[in-house]
């Protein structure tokens, strides 16, 4: 993997295991703590995983590392194996082979209650939203903290708040998610996937049937939480236009509001578009370097 334009493989935690590592090796590829968790540092790695649902292989010796405040972008047909990622990161599945590094700790290797140590640092928006029915939005989108924590109500209350009013749904606080629209569902999501301050927040198809206009609304959301928030996030989607804008624009503050702009520059190169293929990465790089692609298989799915 490289980091920052140099090679590096980082020291497995007390609770990894280095693999067939000698100690002459670890003392040439581990790396220091500070460039481990410093800016430019690995938030996800996966390193050879591959993955089988009975006799069909799903992935097959996928790699990738995602740095601090970066974006993945995940591409790929129906039953690509999309959503099968964000489960490996999660813990909720292990892969057969490979090694999955989530904030410094291998999830391939811990148990239950570690696990819940590294979700605890993770925020999940799910396909539709998922939000429960039957509590209103301020239940929804503080649920982690109420359920989870023994903070003050004052306190979760003001949180609560604060998190609407960044996605803009302040005064749809105390309604039912029946009585939201679509869009609106979805920015609930991603409150409540941002209420305990996670340092990665995966999308799994954020914008799906949604209209152009108010896909753009979410997308804008995703936008400021990474620039704005210091998000590192994985976005899977079928929508290339939802994702295209992502990757090339950034948020910025402007007196007190924020303003949506072109990402330039070293931004731009933040984000990139993984494609998958049968079980295989096809392709991984910029939105320039997509665009350019002259690969056919490429060329069809962005057509
Ligand atoms: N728990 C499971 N048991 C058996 N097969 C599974 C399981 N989960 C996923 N699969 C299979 O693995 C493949 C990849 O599924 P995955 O959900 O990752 O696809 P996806 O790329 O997210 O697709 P979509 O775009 O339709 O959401 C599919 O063929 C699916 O049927
Ligand atoms: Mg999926």
């Known amino acids: 993997m490289t980091a920052g334009g140099r090679s590096l493989r980082v020291r497995p935690g007390a609770r990894g295991s280095a693999e067939a590592d000698t100690a002459d090796d670890l003392a040439e590829q581990s790396v220091t703590r500070e460039e481990a968790f410093g800016p430019g540092s690995p938030v996800v790695v996966f390193d050879r995983v591959s993955l089988a649902f009975d006799e069909e292989e799903v992935l097959r010796d996928i790699s990738f590392t995602l740095i601090k405040g970066h974006t993945k972008l995940i591409l790929g047909a129906s039953g690509a194996g999309k959503s099968t990622i964000l489960k490996l990161i999660l813990g909720l599945i292990k892969a057969d082979r490979g090694v999955v590094w989530v904030n410094g700790e291998r999830v391939d290797q811990l148990d239950e209650e570690s696990l819940m140590a590294v979700r605890a640092d993770l925020g999940m928006v799910f396909q539709e939203g998922a939000l429960f029915d039957s509590l209103t939005v301020r239940e929804n989108v503080g649920f982690r903290l109420y359920e989870q924590t023994d903070q003050p109500l ?48 995966l999308y799994d198809e954020p914008t799906t049937g949604l209209d152009p206009i108010t896909a753009s609304t979410v997308d804008d959301e995703i936008v400021k939480l990474r620039d704005l928030e210091s998000v590192t996030s994985i976005v899977v989607t079928h929508q290339l236009r939802d994702a295209f804008y992502i990757a090339t624009h950034s948020a910025v503050p402007d007196d007190g509001r924020v303003r949506i702009v072109p990402a330039t520059g070293e931004k731009a190169e933040q984000a990139e578009f993984i494609m998958l293929r049968d079980g295989l990465i096809v392709f991984e790089g910029t939105a320039a370097a997509l665009r350019e692609s002259a690969d056919p298989y490429l060329r069809t799915f962005l057509s």
Do not use: H, N
């Open 154 to 201: 004052d306190d979760i209350g003001r949180r609560v708040e604060g998190v609407l009013g960044f996605v803009g749904l302040s005064e749809y606080i105390d309604r039912m998610p029946s009585e939201l629209s679509g869009g609106q569902r979805r920015r609930v999501a991603i409150a409540r996937a941002m209420i305990t301050k996670p340092k990665l927040l």
